[in-house]
């Protein structure tokens, strides 16, 4: 099969061809992905669903495929930390199609907690953490969010660090940090009493003191483990302050730089959604004929195809500025927005040609029609994205 033909069978959602950019090698990983997706995953994702467990066995399956640190991916490469900002793209969105829950665990290690040491981190840091992340040799999290502060952490962050000598003693709790309940270290943002600075550091996850409590009970992304997490006196050397973080500046742009990395899995879960609704409503008879043979239902499928290819031009086009080293807020904001926005009608539409059926877990639309309401509000609420892009086109600030 030539790489066209691999990539038609892979997205044949993919109309306007975004998926061109990608490298042969890449799309050869893809296609392994595809197929340990297929074999692997997929399979148990219901029972992990019903339990909200992870199936951390056979994620095994992906790790040893190397989707950060493959040599395949850095051909031409040679130095980088990260793989092209296109197999990002496509490596989310792979891994969203088949299930949001894997993906967001998935971009929280690779996305959130690999850009917090990369832009964060010193040399040394980042040699001593950088390969053990990649090769998931050490599994890490991202913990900002605090109970009583999620769309006002900027200006809310409430836990402490207060220096001891050469140490740092940390007290406060974190809410919703998804994977730090098998983390081998967590950043975790703390404020300065003293200075105001909001330093960020590694903290081992067996540390003293550090207790997470898992979420139960949630409507989406319930195969991911979000942690609560409560310190108390937690005493960590200076060296695992990450030096480069010192204000909520910093924090923004380890924000705006991953917000590409939701839209990303906005855009695959759109396309899982679509898929899911396709497989429904083929098997699915009604009136003598499968469903998907009516015009109601096709003009239906026919919307969630336009939403697919919407945001994979958003997701794409924020792909190619990145790739450029244009990291900006505005354009982050505009995409995690749309595409989130958009992925709630998609899951919609594709609850309803799932019928009474449709809400049920034993049918994939159900859980993309949950997680999308996760993706919704995870990492910038759309009000907050909104807002952001208010300031920009009025000049004014709106947050409070
Ligand atoms: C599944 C999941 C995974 C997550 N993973 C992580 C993680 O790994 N690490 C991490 O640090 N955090 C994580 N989060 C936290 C997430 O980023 C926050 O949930 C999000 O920032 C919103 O904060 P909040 O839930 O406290 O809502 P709130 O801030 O309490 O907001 C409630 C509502 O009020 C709206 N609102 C707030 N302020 C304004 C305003 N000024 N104007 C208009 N409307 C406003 C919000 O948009 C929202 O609709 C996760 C959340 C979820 C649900």
Known sequence: MNRTEKLAKLYPEDILRYSDQLTDKEVDLLVELRKVLEEKIEPVLEEHWKNETFPFDEFKSIVDLGLMD????????????????????????????????????????????????LLGGSEEQIAHYGPKLASFEMQ??????????????????????????DSWVINGEKRWIGGAGTADVIPVFAKNPETKEILCFMVPGDA???????????????????????????????DTRLPNITSFKDVSKILYTTRGDVTHIASGTHAGALKSAL??????????????????????????????????????????????????????????????????????????????????????????FGDAEAIYSYEGTHEINSLIIGRYLTGKSAFV
């Open 208 to 238: 003293e003191g550090l207790g997470v409590e898992k979420i139960d009970g949630k409507i989406a992304l319930r195969l991911v483990q979000n942690g609560h997490i409560t310190l108390d006196n937690v005493t960590v050397k200076d």
């Open 140 to 165: 890490t999290c991202f913990a900002l969010t605090e109970p009583e502060h999620g769309s006002d952490i900027a200006g809310g962050i409430s836990t402490t660090a207060i220096r001891d000598g």
């Open 279 to 368: 497989e429904y409503g083929a098997a699915r008879d009604q009136f003598g004929r499968s469903i998907t043979q009516f015009q109601l239902i096709q003009e239906k499928l026919a919307r969630m195809e336009g939403n697919v290819v919407t945001a994979l031009g958003l997701s794409h086009r924020l792909a190619t500025l990145q790739a450029a080293g244009e990291f900006a807020e505005v354009p982050a904001s505009i995409a995690k927005m749309q595409t989130a926005r958009l992925l709630r009608e998609t899951a919609a539409l594709a609850r309803e040609i799932g019928g009474g059926n449709g809400i049920t877990v034993e049918h994939k639309v159900a859980r993309f």
């Open 70 to 117: 493959n040599p395949d991916l850095f051909i031409n490469r040679e130095g980088e930390h990260k793989v092209s900002e296109y197999f990002n793209m496509y490596r989310l969105y792979e891994l969203a199609r088949t299930d949001p829950s894997i993906a967001t665990f998935f971009a929280v290690h690779a996305g959130l907690g690999y850009t917090t040491l």
